[in-house]
């Protein structure tokens, strides 16, 4: 059985958060700087939001770019902003004509003018659109979000809010990921497993997913099979698996009683 057959659409992640890792390696391989493994993986990217596009998942959120990035040298930098704005600019009619939206978080106003104006505009033309979210995280420290989100709720606390009002419901609207929907399921390609900064708060109960396939060739079928291992995991959210059994069985028992009126 083909592994996208083995999918549940009854079980999907609602949202699936991905650390595209490896282009730089997947370069030096094949003899090449690493910018040409950033410019393969485009192609990735394009397959795996078609993939999550056709499932039917309705967020999926990509670490672009990281605050830390910066240290990379200027060449490179330079050369995935252009890269950046070429993508966009070649990619929007696909978003507009498969009804996904683009949506943005990090802090964008560290990014070059004409990368702010072409995310701008690519927002702006996707915005009415009801399908696939499709969000870039762009200039994205997990850190320094919650430093925003820290010194925003104090000077709130400075207009009268007081400090009895901090709960997890608070921190998470002071999130840039404030109407995005904690993941569901992270991948994270070329074998590393470690975190870098990505989501931290939003990926408490996430579940993670590590795979040896560097990112250039990540392809639709390495995302089902993401998937498929993910609908293979039991999530108890702290609870038992005694008590997640009670509680599908009460809500069968809801869902099958007869309705009256």
């Not at 990217?45 to 672009?64: F, K, P």
């Not at 990379?72 to 890269?83: F, G, N, Q, T, Y």
């Not at 978003?95 to 690519?122: F, M, Q, S, W, Y």
């Not at 990926?203 to 995302?223: C, G, Q, S």
């Amino acid at each position: 059985m083909a592994t996208k057959e083995q999918i549940n659409k009854e079980r999907l992640p609602g949202h699936v958060a991905i650390i595209m890792d490896g282009n730089g390696r997947w370069a030096k391989k094949r003899g090449n700087q690493r910018i040409f493994g950033h410019k393969e993986g485009v192609k990735s990217v394009r397959e795996t939001v078609e993939a999550a596009a056709d499932l039917g998942i309705s967020h999926i959120t990509l670490y672009a770019f990281s605050r830390e990035n910066w240290n990379r040298p200027k060449h490179e930098i330079e050369a995935l902003m252009s890269l950046l704005i070429s993508t966009i600019d070649r990619e929007i009619k696909t978003l507009i004509e498969n009804n996904i939206r683009l949506l943005c978080i990090g802090d964008i106003t560290g990014l070059p003018d004409n990368v702010r104006g072409k995310i701008a505009e690519a927002k702006k033309k996707t915005e009415n659109n009801t399908g696939l979210n499709l969000v870039l995280a762009l200039n994205y420290s997990a850190r320094w979000e919650l430093a925003e989100a820290m010194r925003n709720f104090g000077n709130d606390v400075k207009q009268g809010r007081t400090e009895d009002d901090l709960d997890n419901d608070t921190v998470k609207k002071y999130l840039t990921t404030k109407d995005i929907p904690d993941p569901d399921l992270l991948i994270r390609t070329s074998g590393e497993c470690r975190l870098s900064n990505f989501l931290l708060w939003q990926l408490a109960y996430t579940e993670l997913y590590f795979t040896e396939v560097l990112w250039p060739d990540f392809r639709k079928e390495n995302f089902y099979e993401a998937i498929v291992d993910y609908q293979n995991r039991e999530r108890r959210f702290g609870k038992t698996s005694g008590q997640l059994k009670d509680q599908n069985e009460s809500n069968k028992k809801k869902n099958n009683a007869p309705h009256y009126g």
